[in-house]
């Protein structure tokens, strides 16, 4: 009699996690509704998203969707932040879809690591940030192997 108790229990709850898929669509197949053209944004949202002008019209409306709720949080952030964001809005939406995906991946590889680990990366960039730009920019080329890194081939 348990046996036959413990089975049903058990076909229910199949039964039923089969009916909860079913009626489940995965957040990531719903489809974003239409989301506004530029000229359609009010006013604060286009003095606030003014680095995406040029993009805004061609970006996905997922993209535009996340832009628009950092337009709702932009005045509740800190003068700093809203600089930053400010300044670093156009190169990221400029960013592919697998270069936006990339910096993720090593945003959160980098998180993973241990403390000191992080502020020895963080003080290598704060070296780097405070270099002249020709500096930056020999140092880069000799990164990826250019020639311009190699004064003697010139």
């Known amino acids: 009699m348990a046996r036959q108790q413990f089975a ?4 229910w709850l ?7 898929a079913q009626n489940t669509v995965p957040p990531s197949l ?4 239409p989301q506004p053209l530029w000229r359609e944004l009010s ?8 680095p995406l002008q040029e993009e805004w019209d061609q970006l996905a409306n997922y993209q535009r969707r996340k832009w628009l709720g950092i337009a709702q949080r932009y005045p509740y952030m800190s ?5 930053r964001m400010q300044e670093r809005m156009r190169p990221w939406a400029s960013l592919s879809t ?6 993720r ?3 959160r590889e980098f998180n993973r690591l241990p403390a000191e680990e992080k502020s020895r990366i963080r003080q290598h960039w704060q070296a780097y940030t405070s270099l002249p730009d020709e500096e930056k920019a020999r140092l880069q ?8 890194a190699n004064p003697k081939t010139k």
Not at 8 to 11: D, Q, S, T
Not at 30 to 33: D, E, H, L, Q
Not at 43 to 50: F, G, N
Not at 141 to 148: N, R
């Open 105 to 107: 991946d090593r945003y």
């Open 79 to 83: 003068a700093d932040e809203q600089q």
């Open 8 to 11: 049903a229990l058990i076909l």
């Open 30 to 33: 719903v489809a974003i509704p």
């Open 98 to 103: 697998s270069e936006r995906q990339n910096a």
């Open 43 to 50: 006013l604060p949202q286009r003095q606030i998203l003014a």
């Open 14 to 20: 199949v039964l039923a996690a089969t009916a909860q």
């Open 141 to 148: 080329a000799q990164a990826t192997g250019s020639d311009a």
